[in-house]
Each structure stands twice: as C-alpha cells, then as structure tokens.
C-alpha cells in the first residue's frame, strides 16, 4: 500500500508562484503515471498535469506554459511548480499515482489565489 501525503499549499497573491510536494511512503518507481488534478468548489475534479515514468508531461491547456511537473525517483516525491497564478486556479490539488491495477490519491492541500 502506497501512501501520498501533499504540501505546499496555501495563500498566494494572482501572479505569485508556489511550489507543491507529493511524497510516497512506498517506491513510485513502479507508477507508470503520477499526477496532480484540482477541485474547485462547486466543480468536478480535473486533471492538472501528469508524468509518465518515463518523464512524458501532459497539461491541461488552462495550465500549460505556468505550470511544471517533475518526479524525482530516488525521493519517491512528484513536484508542481505553480507559476503566474491566477484567481481561477485556486482549488484542492490532490497528488494521483497510478500503476496497473491501482489507483492510488492523496488527501489534497488547498491553494488559494487572491489580493
């Protein structure tokens, strides 16, 4: 059993950048993708961006170009490098690993965007 714990949530002002963790308590070598989605209040979830294991990146078009995923294997840990924020992106992002037969989600940190 895989366990996905976030950090790095919080307030940030519209163009301000944050930088969210997901750290694995077992090895994400075996994930073949590994992910983020959001859920804003009121809406479905969707997906954010995601890596493959071999390092393929995929974007939602509402975040392309400002956000950054990246995974680093030896510290079990995928990253979210959230740049020029925006009012629009403020949600719940939860951390997604998945591997053949497994589906595996985080409890989610919250990311607030507003002045």
């Known amino acids: 059993q895989v366990q996905l714990v976030e950090s790095g949530g919080g307030l940030v002002q519209p163009g301000g950048s944050l930088r969210l963790s997901c750290a694995a308590s077992?090895?994400?070598?075996?994930?073949?993708?590994m992910g983020w989605y959001r859920q804003a209040p009121g809406k479905q979830r969707e997906l954010a961006a995601v890596i493959t294991s071999e390092g393929t990146t995929n974007y939602a078009d509402s975040v392309k170009g400002r956000f950054t995923i990246s995974r680093d294997n030896a510290k079990n840990t995928v990253y979210l490098q959230m740049n020029s924020l925006k009012p629009e992106d403020t949600a719940v992002y939860h951390c997604?690993?998945?591997?053949?037969?497994?589906?595996?989600w985080g409890q989610g940190t919250q990311v607030t965007v507003s002045s």
């Open positions: 077992g090895s994400i070598f075996s994930m073949n993708f």
């Open positions: 997604n690993a998945v591997r053949p037969g497994r589906v595996y």
